[in-house]
């Protein structure tokens, strides 16, 4: 398994209940693709996007640390470019090679 890390960017407009809804759903497509998350948290509240993306002008950071195998990264991707009260995500692999 290698280490990832995760920038998610959710939609500012979405109430505390319905992000941890949102949160949840992100760490159960993790684990359901024999994934471990290692820490979830949030990186910055409400902040003012540099640019519109998907015509909203603010957004909620969430930092995600997990283990996963490289084939499932892929398919972890696609599920979550299909939400739609997801703006933008990043998934960076941390594993360096000596």
Do not use: C
């Not at 996007?49 to 603010?58: S, T």
């Not at 640390?65 to 009260?85: D, G, M």
């Amino acid at each position: 398994m290698n280490k990832y890390e995760a920038m998610i960017i959710l939609d500012a407009g979405l109430s505390d209940n319905e992000r941890s809804q949102l949160i949840n759903f992100i760490q159960e497509t993790i684990t359901k693709n024999e994934g471990k998350v290692i820490d979830s948290n949030l990186w910055s509240e409400r902040r003012q996007l540099a640019y519109p993306i998907k015509k909203k002008q603010e957004g909620v950071y969430y930092l995600i640390h997990f283990n996963v195998n490289p084939h499932a990264v892929a398919r972890i991707r696609n599920t979550l470019k299909l939400n739609e009260s997801i703006l933008r995500f990043l998934i960076l692999n941390l594993t360096t090679k000596a």
